[in-house]
């Protein structure tokens, strides 16, 4: 089974039509797309514009193929707008929303299972926010701190006390559904794990989550696949890794670049990574 990776592209259109384009060429079985779906430019009220208009369109393309497209919204897609991501992706039959499910192509050995919270981050949309661990020490704050709702934003007044009350990720990775066969079983995770150099941020931070680090390492999937950290494979050169028998991927986006394109592309049977990286053209 091939796979054509990418995330965090964050509503850039020529970066959606060239993932298309290369996906017409090579024709994987799957492409895969691990969150920050939307434009975080401008009025983020509006991102369910891109969803009605944009991504409906564009998921007609992979139905028209039929190759299959995983993917979920990411910790700055605004969680109101989940319910109409969720319908524009029920309108096709080979477009999954893949957060928090289990999805099993007929015919395939292989199982995805999608996650995207996040351990909390210091910015202040929380949607997707959540203590990584019952002992997580919340980084330091940066602004106010909100979550959508319909009428706008709401600010939280007291961010780590209302955080306390929400379910870990440790909690959240207990809850998804249980494959069949954990050898053939991929993840699909927004936010990078700990301990393996995929979370390094531009100041030599690391942020991966120590939850998933050791949930994989429990259970050892096939593979896992992450997002988020767009500048940690710039910052500590790598862009894979290896928990136990469990491979890590994360491609980043070229931090903010949005003249640059970065994929990967992933045979299943051999494991077979191959990292690319694209220039728009002018």
């Known amino acids: 089974m091939k796979i054509l990776y990418v995330t965090d592209i964050h509503g850039i259109e020529w970066k959606y039509n060239k993932i298309f384009e290369i996906a017409t060429s090579l024709k994987p079985d799957i492409v895969i797309n691990s969150g920050d779906m939307l434009p975080f430019k401008g009025n983020l009220l509006h991102q369910d514009n891109f969803i009605t208009g944009f991504l409906d369109e564009y998921f007609s393309r992979f139905e028209s193929m039929e190759i299959y497209y995983f993917s979920m919204l990411g910790n700055d897609d ?26 099993q192509i007929d015919g395939s050995k292989y199982e995805f299972i999608g996650m995207n919270w996040v351990s909390d981050l210091p910015f202040g949309l929380k949607d997707r926010a959540r203590k990584d661990t019952l ?15 319909p009428n706008g934003f709401k600010r939280v007044e007291d961010w780590i006390s209302y955080a306390g009350i929400l379910p870990t990720i440790e909690d959240e990775l207990r809850n998804l559904k249980k494959p069949s066969n954990m050898n053939n079983t991929v993840y699909i995770f927004h936010n990078p794990p700990a301990n393996v150099d995929l979370d390094v941020t531009y100041d030599g931070k690391k942020v991966g989550s120590k939850a998933e680090f050791i949930f994989l390492k429990e259970n050892q999937p096939k593979l896992s696949l992450h997002g988020h950290i767009h500048e940690s494979p710039d910052v500590s050169g790598k862009w894979y890794s290896q928990i136990g028998n469990t491979i890590c991927v994360q491609p980043g986006q070229s931090g903010q670049d949005e003249d640059s394109l970065v994929y990967v592309l992933i045979d299943l049977e051999t494991i077979n990574l191959e990292r690319k990286i694209i220039k728009k053209e002018n």
């Open 135 to 149: 002992d997580f020490e919340h980084p330091k704050q940066i602004g106010k701190q909100y979550l959508s709702n």
């Open 78 to 103: 605004l969680i109101i707008f989940d319910e109409i991501f969720q319908n524009t992706c029920d309108k096709y039959s080979f477009v999954v929303n893949i957060a928090q499910k289990r999805f």
